[in-house]
T-cell receptor
Framework: SQQGEEDPQALSIQEGENATMNCSYK?????LQWYRQNSGRGLVHLILIRSNEREKHSGRLRVTLDTSKKSSSLLITASRAADTASYFC?????????FGGGTRLMVKP | GAVVSQHPSWVICKSGTSVKIECRSLDFQATTMFWYRQFPKQSLMLMATSNEGSKATYEQGVEKDKFLINHASLTLSTLTVTSAHPEDSSFYIC???WGSGSGNTIYFGEGSWLTVV
């Protein structure tokens, strides 16, 4: 069963704008990971945030984790057309990574 | 960084035949690999967890006799779709956990497109 659920399912923005995607999960986790997938391709790991971390940055990416609300957000700042892709959050309880439905992001030039 | 390689990227096979997909961790050892299936515009569905040297653990609803998984070494897991049918056509992706701890990054292969005609 899917543990992570992303919101929104689809997001369309202009280049230069920020994009925020949210993810919620149901049970306790060790970490939460965000991935990016271009159409028909594999998943590219973006960032991992551990359950004892609240915020993490990597370049234009900012991830937050609220374990009390069982939610995470991914912020992409100053978006580019090349950021157009699907973004998934995935939780990692021991032994398994389960995915949410993904957010399809379109960045218009 | 860690790399996971899948082969083949694309495969077309006839109904009733079997097809094997390989998943390799190129610069790290992976005691656990995962196999997923993805339908267009949908999320990934975990099919099974592949454990080196032991039997795979299949998710509910996944036929283990249909989808044979072998994890013979710390760097290679294979998925064999047996007696393939058109409904087995899908995108299959494998992943491998770097390191033995559950808090480590999981890396994905590029996926394999299977078309059964």
């Amino acid at each position: 069963s899917q543990q992570g659920e992303e919101d929104p399912q689809a997001l369309s923005i202009q280049e230069g704008e920020n994009a925020t995607m949210n993810c919620s999960y149901k049970t306790s986790i060790n970490n939460l990971q965000w991935y990016r997938q271009n159409s028909g391709r594999g998943l590219v790991h973006l960032i991992l945030i551990r359950s004892n971390e609240r915020e993490k940055h990597s370049g234009r990416l900012r991830v937050t984790l609220d374990t009390s609300k069982k939610s995470s957000s991914l912020l992409i700042t100053a978006s580019r057309a090349a950021d157009t892709a699907s973004y998934f959050c995935a939780t990692d309880p021991p032994g398994m990574l389960t995915f949410g439905g993904g957010t399809r992001l379109m960045v218009k030039p | 960084g860690a790399v996971v390689s899948q082969h083949p990227s694309w495969v077309i096979c006839k109904s009733g035949t079997s097809v094997k997909i390989e998943c390799r961790s190129l610069d790290f050892q992976a005691t656990t690999m995962f196999w997923y299936r993805q339908f267009p515009k949908q999320s990934l569905m975990l099919m099974a967890t592949s454990n080196e040297g032991s039997k795979a653990t299949y998710e509910q609803g996944v036929e283990k006799d249909k989808f044979l998984i072998n994890h013979a070494s710390l760097t290679l897991s294979t998925l064999t779709v047996t007696s393939a049918h058109p409904e087995d056509s899908s995108f299959y992706i494998c992943s491998a956990r770097w390191g033995s701890g559950s808090g480590n990054t999981i890396y994905f292969g590029e996926g394999s497109w299977l078309t059964v005609v």
